[in-house]
């Protein structure tokens, strides 16, 4: 029997879903210490600031058609969570396109000829498809026709992942854009929808100082429970003996002191292909080389301070036109005014997606700044001379590549992890899979209960296309889809597995979380 005081379960990663799990765990009276390599918590959901200003990394909605997850939210941030509306568009061409598409609008600005061009070509597309769908242009131009896709989802799509849309692989369409139909696509177009499909698209749920208030009310919840948070402290080696992972080493990033946590298990959200590559002694050579193979996408945020007090009203604006670097454009106070520590002014995030090291991610942040500038001038959103201060924000590893040969590399890395029997991954990177928060909240939830109740439920199946089932009406989810479409952060959503197994009849925390997880006792720990 292992009792409950020599028990300590170590946690790699400090974002959603590596302190949900250590949330989950220390509320069971479970001893965690969560090792965080930043110097807060929140991992790509963090908020960070900046003289006063408040910025997202990447805006996040909290949206969930999860209860498990919604209740966790409540419960943890309860009346500082504000309800808001949600207002985006696209700039293509010189003009805005109001976002999810709407038809008059979208005629108006294509005009009648293009707008023409781009039935028949759905309808010659819908009529002679290409008869593979292994690539992300074939998946949509089979939907939508090559007109529409070249119009609405080529460039920004090149922009986010880097990579040609005919190298980018159907699966990640399939994931985030699955059910939609043409006839729903046009029914939305014309704004035909109806009142849970319009809480879903219009409006969602965000902290009054964006998602790191979340993350750090969590944290600072799982310290008052006993347990320990560590920040800058960055898991430099990962000790395993047979299938078992003994212990990890960790530097601190600030005193570069290093030290050794042991534990008896151990739950990763730090990339996959690095937490192999730390393995001491090292993982096997294919195994190496697969998660070599493993790509991502990163990307910064260029924050500019305006001296403007309205500048625009959505929350934020999709830049299509490929003559500015820019790929999305954030208006913090649109998410909600605590924001910004005075409403005289504005604050504005510019998301450049690129990759570590390369000429954008190495620009010096005193330029970057003045390219954010000069590009908000051409776009015509603002003068130059309006932006009194800026800084910058790089997020590596932001996105997990779903490029043609990502699968086999998964595979052969969550086989290799699958060996030890204390040691599971979970979240974004974790999985190498393109989860939101929710989803990777759901992996925690789960990792949590495997330790606690001793069960098997396989993380890898959360979100996992030819598992999970919907929890939406099909309407609702392909309205989802609709909006996932252009919109690589909004994911339909997906509930955990179906089969998930369970010790007994008694209700999980995952399907009913205001119950605290109990601890079943095993027969074998007796
Ligand atoms: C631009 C953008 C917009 C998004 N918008 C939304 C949205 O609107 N709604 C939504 O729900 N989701 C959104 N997401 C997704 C959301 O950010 C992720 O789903 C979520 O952050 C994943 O949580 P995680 O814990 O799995 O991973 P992460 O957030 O990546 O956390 C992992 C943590 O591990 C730490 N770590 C890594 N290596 C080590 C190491 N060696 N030692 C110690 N610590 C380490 C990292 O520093 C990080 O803090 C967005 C993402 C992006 C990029």
């Given amino acids: 029997m292992r009792a409950k005081e020599q028990e300590r379960v170590v946690i790699i990663g400090g974002g959603p879903s590596g302190l949900?799990?250590?949330?989950?765990?220390?509320?069971?009276?479970?001893?965690?210490?969560?090792?965080?390599?930043?110097?807060?918590?929140?991992?790509?959901?963090?908020?960070?600031?900046?003289?006063?200003?408040?910025?997202?990394?990447?805006?996040?909605?909290?949206?969930?058609?999860?209860?498990?997850?919604?209740?966790?939210?409540?419960?943890?941030?309860?009346?500082?969570?504000?309800?808001?509306?949600?207002?985006?568009?696209?700039?293509?061409?010189?003009?805005?396109?109001?976002?999810?598409?709407?038809?008059?609008?979208?005629?108006?600005?294509?005009?009648?000829?293009?707008?023409?061009?781009?039935?028949?070509?759905?309808?010659?597309?819908?009529?002679?498809?290409?008869?593979?769908?292994?690539?992300?242009?074939?998946?949509?131009?089979?939907?939508?026709?090559?007109?529409?896709?070249?119009t609405f989802f080529e460039s920004y799509t090149e922009k986010v992942w880097g990579i040609s849309c005919s190298e980018l692989s159907a699966d990640w369409a399939a994931q985030r854009i699955k059910g939609l139909s043409l006839k729903t696509a046009v029914l939305s177009a014309l704004g035909k929808k109806d009142k849970g499909i319009k809480t879903l698209i219009e409006s969602f749920k965000y902290p009054e100082k964006g998602p790191g208030m979340m993350w750090e009310e969590v944290a600072s919840q799982i310290v008052s429970k006993g347990s320990d948070v560590r920040l800058d402290a960055n898991v430099t080696r990962i000790h395993r003996t047979g299938n078992k992972i003994t212990k990890v080493e960790t530097v601190d990033q600030k005193s570069k002191a290093t030290s050794v946590l042991p534990g008896t298990d151990f739950i990763s959200s730090m990339p996959l292909s690095e937490l192999v590559l730390k393995m001491d002694p090292p993982a096997p050579e294919h195994v190496r080389r697969a998660a070599e193979k493993l790509s991502y996408r990163d990307f910064l945020t260029v924050c500019l301070i305006v001296n403007v007090e309205n500048l625009f009203s959505d929350n934020w604006i999709y830049i299509h036109d490929s003559n500015v670097k820019v790929g999305r454009i954030q208006n913090y106070k649109n998410w909600s005014p605590k924001m910004v520590p005075n409403q005289t002014q504005s604050s504005l995030g510019?998301?450049?997606?690129?990759?570590?090291?390369?000429?954008?991610?190495?620009?010096?942040?005193?330029?970057?700044?003045?390219?954010?500038?000069?590009?908000?001038?051409?776009?015509?959103?603002?003068?130059?001379?309006?932006?009194?201060?800026?800084?910058?924000?790089?997020?590596?590893?932001?996105?997990?590549?779903?490029?043609?040969?990502?699968?086999?590399?998964?595979?052969?890395?969550?086989?290799?992890?699958?060996?030890?029997?204390?040691?599971?991954?979970?979240?974004?990177?974790?999985?190498?899979?393109?989860?939101?928060?929710?989803?990777?909240?759901?992996?925690?939830?789960?990792?949590?209960?495997?330790?606690?109740?001793?069960?098997?439920?396989?993380?890898?199946?959360?979100?996992?296309?030819?598992?999970?089932?919907?929890?939406?009406?099909?309407?609702?989810?392909?309205?989802?889809?609709?909006?996932?479409?252009?919109?690589?952060?909004?994911?339909?959503?997906?509930?955990?597995?179906?089969?998930?197994?369970?010790?007994?009849?008694?209700?999980?925390?995952?399907?009913?979380?205001?119950?605290?997880?109990?601890?079943?006792?095993?027969?074998?720990?007796?």
């Fill in 20 to 150: 949900t799990a250590g949330y989950q765990l220390a509320d069971s009276a479970i001893p965690v210490t969560v090792l965080e390599k930043h110097s807060i918590v929140g991992g790509i959901a963090r908020t960070e600031s900046y003289k006063g200003f408040s910025f997202d990394m990447g805006g996040h909605r909290f949206f969930s058609k999860s209860k498990a997850v919604n209740d966790f939210w409540d419960k943890l941030l309860a009346d500082r969570f504000l309800t808001r509306p949600r207002q985006s568009r696209i700039y293509y061409r010189r003009k805005f396109f109001d976002y999810p598409l709407r038809a008059m609008n979208a005629f108006r600005n294509l005009g009648i000829i293009d707008s023409s061009l781009i039935m028949f070509s759905c309808l010659r597309w819908k009529a002679f498809p290409y008869k593979e769908e292994t690539t992300f242009e074939q998946w949509v131009t089979n939907r939508f026709g090559k007109r529409l896709f070249k």
């Fill in 350 to 526: 510019l998301e450049y997606f690129c990759n570590e090291g390369d000429s954008i991610w190495n620009m010096p942040d005193q330029d970057l700044v003045e390219l954010a500038k000069q590009e908000m001038q051409e776009l015509g959103l603002l003068e130059v001379e309006d932006v009194v201060d800026g800084c910058v924000f790089r997020v590596e590893k932001s996105y997990p590549v779903y490029d043609s040969t990502y699968r086999e590399h998964v595979a052969a890395l969550r086989e290799f992890v699958g060996e030890f029997d204390n040691l599971q991954t979970i979240g974004r990177n974790g999985l190498h899979r393109y989860n939101n928060q929710d989803h990777a909240m759901i992996t925690g939830f789960i990792a949590a209960e495997n330790i606690v109740n001793g069960t098997d439920t396989d993380v890898w199946a959360v979100n996992e296309d030819k598992q999970y089932h919907e929890e939406l009406s099909t309407a609702e989810s392909e309205q989802a889809s609709l909006a996932a479409a252009q919109d690589p952060e909004l994911t339909p959503l997906h509930s955990v597995p179906r089969n998930a197994a369970k010790p007994d009849d008694r209700e999980s925390p995952l399907t009913d979380p205001t119950k605290k997880i109990e601890r079943v006792v095993q027969p074998a720990q007796l």
